[in-house]
């Protein structure tokens, strides 16, 4: 892990204020920021989880900076679970205040990406197309399938119509999941993916659960290699 300076931040939601952490590697300028999202508030979820410290190592290693944060109701964040809506303005907000933080979008040069671990990915995916500025990566850690669909193609059973290539303005997309994953089938996962135009990077771990214990190394340099080409080289 690179070596890094740490601060706590307060961001303003909608009925809400957010507790987050923002990473920042030293001695560089940040080449790039990732906004990550943890998983469900209900079941434990919070920003200190091992997938959560992984993406943020990947950010980190890559000379970007990293913002993590609490859903509202989680920690210090005020406000209460609400299922899911007001979690996607959580998500936008955190957003919106990445383009101002080190590594931002605000700064010409430099942008911002988005990931998101099991619930946290299911957020992520919802916003992906409202969030201003638009994040330049996603990327979905062992995003529950019952929902990932619906929210990357819609309701119709068409092929997908995601855009994530600079060229159609949208997200370059790296799904990712364990091939024993029971919330994230990997099959599953990877039909998704080819179902999707155009069709987006889809990583398998080997020996990888849904908890992702023992295997945080991996997925950490699996994500920052996607962030290396896609985000940090600008």
């Known amino acids: 892990m690179s070596m890094e300076q740490a601060r706590r931040i307060t961001i303003a939601s909608v009925d809400a204020t957010l507790e987050g952490i923002l990473q920042t590697p030293s001695g560089v300028t ?7 999202c ?17 993406l943020c190592d990947a950010a980190l290693q ?5 913002l993590r944060f609490n859903f509202r109701g989680v920690g210090a964040s ?7 809506d007001g979690e996607q303005d959580d998500v936008l907000a955190a957003l919106t205040a990445a383009a101002d933080l080190p590594g931002g979008a605000a700064n010409e040069s430099h ?37 990932l669909a619906v929210s990357l193609i819609g309701d119709d059973s068409d ?3 995601l855009p994530h290539d600079g060229e159609r303005g949208g997200p370059h997309l790296l799904l990712i999941c364990g091939d024993r994953d029971h919330v994230c089938p990997a099959a599953d996962l990877e039909a998704l993916a080819k179902r999707l135009r155009p069709e987006p990077d889809c990583v398998v771990i080997e020996g990888a659960d ?4 023992g295997h945080e190394s991996e997925l950490r340099d699996t994500a920052g290699a996607f962030l290396r080409w896609h985000l940090a080289a600008g």
């Open 210 to 213: 849904h908890s992702w214990f």
């Open 78 to 84: 005020s406000g209460s679970h609400t299922g899911g």
């Open 30 to 36: 940040p080449g790039g920021i990732l906004v990550v």
């Open 62 to 66: 890559e000379g970007m900076s990293a």
């Open 38 to 54: 943890h998983p469900h508030p209900l079941y434990g979820g919070s920003m200190h989880n091992n997938v959560v410290d992984a």
């Open 159 to 161: 092929p997908g119509s």
């Open 111 to 147: 942008s911002a990406g988005l990931a998101g671990y099991s619930f946290g990915a299911s957020m992520a995916a919802r916003v992906r197309s409202r969030a201003s500025p638009a994040p330049r990566v996603l990327l979905l850690v062992s995003p529950p399938m019952s929902s």
